[in-house]
Every structure is written in C-alpha cells, then in structure tokens.
C-alpha cells in the first residue's frame, strides 16, 4: 500500500519519497545517496524525502528526515518539527508502534504534498492508517 501511494505521489507531483529502516550503528551512511540517486552536488533534482527510522535503543526520537532543497518551500522545517515530534517520540511508538508513527509520517507527508496549497506547517490529522481502519 505505501510503494504505491509513494509511486503515484512521484508520479503525479515529482516528489520522492524514501523510507530508510536502520539500527545505529550498522548504518549505510551516505551511500544511500548513490543508491537512490538523491541529494548529489551537481544534481538538479532536489525534490526527495528521505524519512530515516532509528529506534536507537528506544532512547530518543525514532523519526528524522533528509529533506532536498526542492521540498523546503512546501514543507518548511517547522513542519518537519512537529511531525517528528508527533509520530516520532517513545511516548507515541511506545503506544502505538513503530510501523503506525511510519504509516502516519508518510501519509501525512503525502496530504500536505498533495493538498490544494501544496504547503503545510501543521501536521495534519491522522489519515486512513491501517490502525484506524482496524488493521
């Protein structure tokens, strides 16, 4: 469900979004760049997210984000603020689990993306997430 909403979201608005799962220490560092094509000095594509999930231990916030420069004016960084401060603490994976505060971080990236504005410094709403539709 998410490969497709993040395919027709880079499909319908060029915006890439990248979802890096990883435990500190074992982590590939910057060579996800390469691999994903992203965030290069000569490139002009600087439209992409890459949301890195770390639970370090469960000691500190489990979400961060790589943002290209391309995404700065239709998610400023207070919005990246208060999503990591929403679905990323222990107080939220602690009750929730580590996949919803995912699911809700991308889908609330997807929302504001695709809104009418095309803007947010808000986190919206919970969406359709799996745990709200029962799942």
Avoid: H
Avoid at 45 to 52: A, F, N, R
Avoid at 53 to 75: R, Y
Avoid at 105 to 112: K, L, P
């Amino acid at each position: 469900r998410m490969d497709t909403m993040l395919a027709n979201l880079e499909k319908d608005t060029g915006f890439r979004v990248r979802v890096l799962c990883q435990a500190y220490p074992n982590t590939p560092g910057l060579a996800v760049r390469d691999y994903w094509s992203v965030g290069k000095e000569d490139q002009k594509d600087d439209k992409y997210i890459i949301l890195v999930v770390d639970e370090f231990g469960g000691k500190g916030n489990v979400l961060n984000f790589n943002v290209g420069d391309g995404v700065k004016f239709a998610l400023p960084n207070l919005f990246w603020t208060r999503l990591q401060g929403k679905y990323g603490s222990t107080f939220f994976v602690k009750e929730n689990g580590i996949d919803l505060a995912i699911v809700n971080a991308i889908e609330s990236i997807v929302t504001c993306l695709r809104s009418e504005d095309g803007f947010c410094v808000n986190v919206p709403d919970s969406g359709l997430s799996m745990k709200t539709l029962g799942m």
